[in-house]
């Protein structure tokens, strides 16, 4: 039996054609139904086996405070218009920041087609117009400079410098982790230049993983980098990409192998898989990792550690986008949550409301790698990604900045799945050389034949393709 639980929009996988789309409730889970007049119609799994709570993650979305600034006006509607546009609901919590296209790798799941045709990196006069831009329209956010793969320039620590001198306090690095294996004196650098911590790409525990996901042999170059960035005292997240049947089998040993490793790796953030780039075919449903999936693998392989309740929706507007959750490591080995489910929603009802500058300045220190010691860190307050609901009992913020453990993640969207209403309150956004900002999700959005929504035209400027509604 059917059941239509919300509507909104979404665009057709063959045309990109913005269309209407039903969220319907099936069997326990959760569709996107969307009916295109030329291509026929789609049913794309969103939501695994637990309508009950996709239902109840509604309650936790705000509405967000809006863009300090529009860039653009809005004449075709989401997503043709990005810039960011008017229409735009939610300011940017993170803002990546692409240094290159050039990379050393060649991933067959890559959604930006990083290394093919000509290799595009930005000057220093345009990077600054980029930092610049940023702070205009939506404040000094989260920086993740990304690429390519952003360790093949040289003058990277440069780069690093320049955006911690304009004001931004937390900066963060995408990378494979291939020249941090063997580059000391150049990691050495960035530590330096004010690097706040290290997004570090690994997708599991063995290489038969790496051999599909990233095309070799890459667990022991990841290993290497790890200790490399301990001996120079930098903050690692891990950021695997989950794929059905490759490595969702090992959430439970990537867990662990960042839990041995606690206080130099503070954090997981897992990407299921989406469809687009590279890999932009139409999957079945048994191919779709959705959240419930990755909150069911990390309860589930980890012994009874974690529980649902462990872990929060995304605070603002479009709660299905992600979840966190934070938790601190105990002297006796145990590891427990330093939030819960219940404790935000009677939180939220009483009117507690996270701001932006309380979030971002715990994530600034927070992040940064933390010697263990035994007075108390001058100013601080317990908090978290998503500061906690309640304040934390037994446990000193400066044992949450040493031995803190945050899991998140976050599906990007694809054509398939794209749900326009979200879209609106992504807070995931990229500047681009020519002083656009686009949510990450419409940048790189491909078609089912892997031909993107937004594509340059030979003065680098980022177009929307020609596509109509219905």
């Known amino acids: 039996m059917e059941q239509i639980i919300g509507e909104t929009q979404s665009l057709c996988p063959k045309c990109m054609s913005r269309i209407p789309a039903a969220k319907v409730e099936q069997d326990g889970d959760i569709y996107l139904k969307k009916e295109c007049s030329l291509h026929g119609s789609f049913n794309v799994l969103i939501w695994r086996g637990d309508a009950k709570s996709y239902k109840e993650w509604e309650q936790f979305g705000n509405d967000g405070c809006p863009p300090i600034k529009p860039l653009t006006s809005a004449k075709r509607g989401c997503p043709f218009d990005c810039g960011l546009c008017p229409s735009h609901e939610v300011n940017a919590c993170t803002m990546v920041m692409e240094v290159t296209s050039k990379c050393n790798l060649v991933c067959p799941i890559c959604f930006a087609d990083s290394g093919n045709g000509s290799a595009q990196e930005p000057d220093m006069d345009t990077l600054k117009e980029m930092f610049k831009i940023v702070l205009e329209t939506v404040g000094p956010c989260t920086i993740q400079i990304s690429g390519g793969e952003p360790t093949l320039r040289d003058d990277l620590p440069r780069i690093v410098a320049m955006g911690r001198e304009m004001g931004f306090d937390h900066i963060l690095l995408n990378t494979n982790g291939i020249r941090f294996a063997k580059d000391n004196e150049y990691l050495h650098k960035l530590k330096d230049s004010g690097l706040s911590a290290v997004y570090l790409q690994f997708d599991g525990v063995s290489d038969d993983v790496y051999r599909f996901i990233r095309g070799k042999n890459l667990l022991e170059t990841k290993v290497q980098a790890i200790d490399n960035c301990i001996q120079e005292r930098i903050g690692v997240v891990l950021v695997p ?126 992040w940064r790698f933390h010697e263990e010691r035994n007075e108390p860190v001058s100013g601080a307050c317990c908090g978290s990604l998503d500061p906690p609901a309640k304040p934390v009992s037994g446990y000193p913020f400066e044992r949450i900045l040493t031995h803190g453990l945050t899991i998140s993640c976050m599906p990007f969207q694809d054509v398939w799945n794209i749900d326009l209403e979200r879209l609106k309150g992504c807070c995931g956004h990229v500047v681009t050389s020519n002083k656009q900002i686009i949510p990450f999700c419409a940048l790189y959005l491909t078609d089912a034949n892997g031909q993107r929504l937004y594509i340059g035209d030979q003065n680098g400027n980022l177009l929307c393709r020609d596509v109509a509604s219905q």
């Open 241 to 366: 990409v989950l794929i059905p049947k490759i490595n969702d089998h090992q959430v439970g040993d990537i867990v662990r192998f960042a839990k041995d490793r606690i206080p130099y790796i503070k954090g997981i953030h897992f990407q299921p898989i989406s469809y687009m780039g590279r890999y932009p075919d139409m999957q079945l449903d048994k191919d779709r990792i959705t959240i419930p999936d990755v909150l069911n693998a990390l309860c589930e392989q980890t012994d009874g550690e974690f529980k649902l309740e462990d872990f929060l929706p995304r605070g603002v507007k479009g709660s299905h986008c992600s979840f966190s959750g934070l938790f601190v490591l105990r002297k006796d080995g145990r590891i427990i949550p330093l939030n819960n489910l219940s404790d935000r929603l009677v939180s939220q009802q009483r009117g507690y409301q996270v701001t932006e500058e309380s979030s971002r300045q715990f994530m600034s220190l927070y």
